[in-house]
């Protein structure tokens, strides 16, 4: 189904941050405003142009060059939830953004699998030799982990089994604090899906995780909205926002 980033691609994407520090050096000054500038980017086929309030602080978009991000190198975003249709001032505890690596699918393997955690969970080996299962009620999920890494939890959404089918049940890995090792609401959570041939691994608080599916279709319904057919201008300056 899907792969988690390896060691390579963050080394990727550090040697991007360095590279983007160095230009900053250079230039000695502060950038100029880009709230009104997008970045258009390329991974596999698809062409994504980006709002540049996207794009982490580890990564200023205005110290892109102007050909462009690498291909293969991924992005990091962080997308507001008022940009996908919540109101985050209305009190239902969306207090977090969520944030994104993407990648060119092209460059995970092929097919790209899950963690070999998510099958340890599934069977009850290796790992979770000694696991737990639980429904969670919050999350109307089955929770799985080690009796010895009560922090660390796979979600399913059925009851794992001898069956094979554990990437089409897998929901996400999140991890809880020490202090509050059974509590869902302090808990951070990655899940990963595809848009088009764009691997997507998405990071978000656990108290979302009810609205998993309904997130993912936000997300992927934003990019179709950012996608355009070419990037013939890497870096441009447009009024168009999400």
């Given at each position: 189904?899907f792969?988690?980033?390896?060691?390579?691609?963050?080394?990727?994407?550090?040697?991007?941050?360095?590279?983007?520090?160095?230009?900053?050096?250079?230039?000695?000054?502060?950038p100029?405003?880009?709230?009104?500038?997008?970045?258009?980017?390329?991974?596999?086929?698809?062409?994504?142009?980006?709002p540049?309030?996207?794009f982490?602080?580890?990564?200023p978009?205005?110290?892109?060059?102007?050909?462009?991000?690498?291909?293969?190198a991924?992005?990091?975003?962080?997308?507001?939830?008022?940009?996908?249709?919540?109101?985050?001032?209305?009190?239902?505890?969306?207090?977090?953004?969520?944030?994104?690596?993407?990648?060119?699918?092209?460059?995970?393997?092929?097919?790209?699998?899950?963690?070999?955690?998510?099958a340890k969970?599934?069977?009850?080996?290796?790992?979770y030799?000694?696991?737990?299962?639980?429904?969670?009620?919050?999350a109307?999920?089955?929770r799985?982990?080690?009796t010895k890494?009560?922090?660390l939890?796979?979600?399913?959404?059925?009851?794992?089994?001898?069956?094979?089918?554990?990437?089409?049940?897998?929901?996400?890995?999140?991890?809880?604090?020490?202090e509050?090792?059974?509590?869902?609401?302090?808990?951070?959570?990655?899940?990963l899906?595809?848009?088009k041939?764009?691997?997507?691994?998405m990071?978000?608080?656990?108290?979302?995780?009810?609205?998993?599916?309904?997130?993912?279709?936000?997300?992927?319904?934003?990019?179709?909205?950012?996608?355009?057919?070419?990037?013939?201008?890497?870096?441009?300056?447009?009024s168009?926002?999400?």
């Open positions: 189904m792969s988690f980033p390896t060691g390579e691609l963050n080394l990727h994407l550090l040697k991007k941050l360095l590279i983007f520090g160095f230009i900053g050096l250079l230039n000695g000054c502060e100029p405003p880009v709230h009104n500038r997008a970045v258009c980017v390329t991974l596999d086929q698809t062409h994504l142009l980006i540049s309030r996207y982490l602080p580890m990564f978009p205005t110290l892109v060059p102007s050909q462009g991000l690498d291909q293969d991924g992005e990091l975003l962080e997308i507001p939830l008022n940009d996908l249709g919540y109101d985050i001032k209305t009190g239902q505890g969306y207090d977090r953004d969520l944030t994104f690596l993407i990648t060119p699918i092209s460059i995970h393997n092929f097919p790209p699998g899950l963690p070999a955690t998510v969970a599934w069977g009850g080996y290796g790992l030799q000694d696991r737990v299962i639980e429904f969670d009620d919050k109307q999920l089955y799985v982990y080690s890494y009560r922090v939890w796979q979600f399913f959404k059925s009851l794992p089994d001898n069956s094979t089918n554990y990437s089409e049940q897998w929901v996400a890995r999140c991890m809880t604090s020490i509050k090792p059974a509590d869902l609401l302090d808990a951070t959570c990655k899940t899906f595809l848009y041939d764009i691997h997507i691994q990071t978000f608080a656990g108290k979302k995780i009810k609205l998993i599916e309904e997130l993912k279709r936000k997300v992927q319904d934003l990019f179709k909205s950012l996608e355009v057919t070419d990037c013939q201008s890497k870096f441009t300056t447009t168009t926002t999400p």
